[in-house]
Structure formats: C-alpha cells, structure tokens
C-alpha cells in the first residue's frame, strides 16, 4: 500500500489577494517533494486576521481560480470555506485523514507562518498528520530558519519540517492593497488575469 500513497500539498492563507509569492512557494514545494498536487485552501475567518470587507469570499476565490487555472497540478479547496466558525489548521488535517486515508500531507507555508506556528490550535497534533515545509521569507535567511525548525522539533520532541527553498520574494497581499490604493502598480506581482479582476472590479480602492 505505501507505494500508492499520494502526497498533497496544502497551500492555505487567506488569499486577499492570491500573488506570485503563493504561486511560486506551491510550484518549489510541488517540484522539490515531488508531490502528486497542491491544493489551495483559502481560510474563511481566519483566527488572527480581520478579513477586510471591502473584499467577499467569492472575489477571493475567483481570484484563486484564475490564479491557477492552466496548472493541473494546482487545486482549489473549499475545505476550509465550508467549516463553521474560525478556521483553524488541525481541523482540515483532521477531515482531510479521513476524507484521504492513504496520503500524506505537506503544509505549505512562509517563514512567518513557521515563526507562529506554537500559537496555533493543537501544534503537536498537527505535526503528527502532516510534514511542514517552510520557506524563507522577507529577510529571515535559511540559517534562522533551519534553528527555528530545530527548535519547533525539540520543543514539540516530534514533527518532520523541512526547509523549502525558494527565491525570496518581497511580496505580500498587504502590500498589494496598499499599492492599489495608493494607485501604484502591481503588475507582475501578481498573475496579469488576476490584476485585470482587481482593476475591472475596482477592488482595494477603500480602506
Ligand atoms: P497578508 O499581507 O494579508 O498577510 P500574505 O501575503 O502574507 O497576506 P497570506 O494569505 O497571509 O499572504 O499567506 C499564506 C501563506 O503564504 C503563509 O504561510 C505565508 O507565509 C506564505 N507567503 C505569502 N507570501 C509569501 C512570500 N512572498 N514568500 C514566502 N511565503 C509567502
Ligand atoms: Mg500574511
């Protein structure tokens, strides 16, 4: 049975919106661990964030969609989206073991993310249902990182992280918001399909 078993990314973030920084992290992650697919889940209330409401869950999930439409190796999800309440991570690992019961996960996730990751709901149950990959992000450099995952390992005594290498990229939905808003531009920070859905439905124009 080993020899079947499917390896699955999963991508989650809140999506506001999807950027090349997402994009490029799922397609390293998907080249170096050899994964069958990744999947894109975007959070619906994510616990620690406000999603700002000047954008709806549909805008941001069409933007996902267009994000990713031609790679076949690229998922939507809505796993996270059809939950009640706050979205926690431990709670979508848990349907995904049932839903998949022969595939092992890799979550997907930047360095910030990595840095929180004790503050999350269940960290240790977390670790024992999926691999963590992390990349670097902003000017964290490999080295923090690698102590970081040592540290997370020796701290939760289990927990298979590793270190996903990745160009750094200073990309981030924040600060594509406030570029809109300031009437910058963000082409090329984000896929040309998705600027133009930004642009056409004047989307981050407000505060
Ligand atoms: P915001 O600025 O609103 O916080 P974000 O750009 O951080 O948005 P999220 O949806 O919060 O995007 O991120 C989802 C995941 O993608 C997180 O694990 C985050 O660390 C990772 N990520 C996002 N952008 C990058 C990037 N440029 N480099 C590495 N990882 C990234
Ligand atoms: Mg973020």
Known sequence: MVGDEKKVGLMGGTFNPI????LLLAEMAYEQFQLDKVLFMPARKPYHKTVRTMVSDQERIEMIQLAIQGNANFELSLIEFQREGNTYTIDTLKELNIKYPNTQ???IMGADSLYQFSQWKEPEEILQRAILLAASRDDIASSALNSQIEYLIEHFGIGDIRLLKSPNMEI??????NRVLEGKSIR????????????TKGLYQER
């Open 188 to 199: 090329y920070l984000l896929p040309d399909v998705v600027r133009e859905y930004i642009e």
């Open 105 to 107: 996960f890799y979550f």
């Open 172 to 177: 981030s939905s924040h600060n594509i918001r």
């Open 19 to 22: 950027h090349t920084g997402h």
